[in-house]
């Protein structure tokens, strides 16, 4: 089942959750609504499931209006972040609750859905534990048989609010890798809730990133992280440093003239001395001993920094950096650089250095 979001606004009083809201989802596909707390993704979620109603908009199941349509009829399956499963009952009546709460003439017959629940436990692998109670099962296990009974029903679309939130990180990663497994096997239009954007784009095959109610970009999280369309979603997908300068006529000037880089921005060839922003992920950033004063001439230009520390953790050495007065980025910001630990040692970097920081890439916007 495909779904269409058209023009949907919401507000709780003064507070705009929603400003003007479209999106499609195609038949099958697992969408991720990713932006911080506030942005509005739980609140289009719940609107999409019938929970919540719109301010104006509307949206189509396959085409089919269902804006004014009761919960109980859009045929969603919702899975909560804190689970949701009724404690007084067993793993399997846990599951099978929503067939046995059909309408008589649709509901299946308690051998049918004997069968079933059994299916759907084998399905999350947790069938050896239909007799148990929920205060008896781990976090990670109570999310999967919340899946479970939420798949009971046959939903044509599934909902899923922050699935992972209440999870340890290890757990979190595993159900993320079973998650993107079991929809593989089922196809069913998903759409899930999150702020984490590791979360969003190891799983989803599109992200939505979503501000202050708004959409910001829609695509795979390839290009999402590739080619990030506006300083928020650079910001927030990932580790970012972000550089002060001028734009002008292609070029962006960072720090003094004497010292500081050039960037070339030939997307920015009409831009005349215009505030400009240069954000560059940590690994994109190479770095280099400053050369001793006898050799001043041959001090490389760059972005002249202090290593205040280094955090050498596994394949990857985290430098933090202060960036002197007269250089670039503004004093008293921290510019953080990873470099492969290797690397790092062989530098035989010392902390109250001064070094100089070259981006290898850049993406700069223009004020």
């Known amino acids: 089942m495909s779904i269409e979001i058209r023009n949907v606004s919401k507000s709780f009083g003064d507070f705009h959750a929603l400003r003007d809201v479209s999106l ?134 599934l909902l899923l609010d922050e699935p992972f939130g209440a999870l340890d990180a290890k757990v979190r990663k595993e159900l993320r890798r079973w998650l993107r497994r079991l929809h593989d096997d089922l196809h069913v239009t998903s759409v899930f809730v999150t702020h984490d954007q590791e979360e969003a784009l190891e799983v989803a095959d599109r992200v939505v990133l979503m501000n202050a109610g708004r959409v910001e970009q829609i695509g795979s999280p390839q290009q999402v992280w590739d080619h990030p369309a506006s300083p928020f979603v650079y910001g927030f997908l990932g580790d970012v440093n972000l550089f002060h300068g001028r734009a002008h006529e292609g070029e962006m000037q ?83 650089a990873h470099l492969p630990a290797r690397e790092f040692r062989d530098l035989d970097l010392r902390t109250g250095e001064t070094l100089v920081l070259t981006p290898r890439k850049a993406r700069v916007f223009v004020a």
Not at 104 to 110: C, K
Not at 254 to 271: D, W
Not at 283 to 308: C, M, N, S, W, Y
């Open 254 to 336: 960072i720090g003094e003239s004497g010292h500081g880089l050039r960037l070339v921005t030939p997307e920015h060839q009409h831009a005349q001395d215009a505030k400009a922003f240069a954000y560059v992920r940590p690994h994109d950033i190479e770095v280099q001993r400053l050369p001793p004063l006898a050799d001043a001439g041959a001090t490389p230009r760059g972005i002249l920094a202090k290593l205040t520390r280094a955090i050498l953790v596994g394949p990857v050495a985290r430098l933090e950096l202060l960036p002197l007065e007269n250089s670039a980025a503004g004093a008293g910001t921290l510019i953080e």
């Open 24 to 157: 499609d989802i195609g038949s099958g596909e697992l969408v991720a609504l990713l932006g911080p707390s506030g942005c509005g993704k739980t609140t289009l979620l719940r609107i999409v499931a019938g929970l919540e109603t719109a301010d104006a908009g509307s949206i189509l199941f396959s085409g089919e209006d269902a804006t004014e349509v009761h919960v109980r009829e859009r045929n969603v399956g919702f899975v909560f972040q804190h689970y949701a499963l009724f404690r007084h009952m067993s793993v399997f009546d846990n599951v099978a609750f929503g067939l046995r709460m059909k309408p008589r003439a649709i509901r299946p017959s308690e051998s049918v859905i004997k069968q079933k629940v059994h299916d759907l436990l084998a399905l999350v692998q947790l069938d050896w534990l239909a007799d148990r109670y929920p205060a008896q099962l781990s976090g990670g296990q109570r999310q999967r048989i919340a899946l479970a009974r939420a798949l009971a029903v046959e939903p044509k679309v």
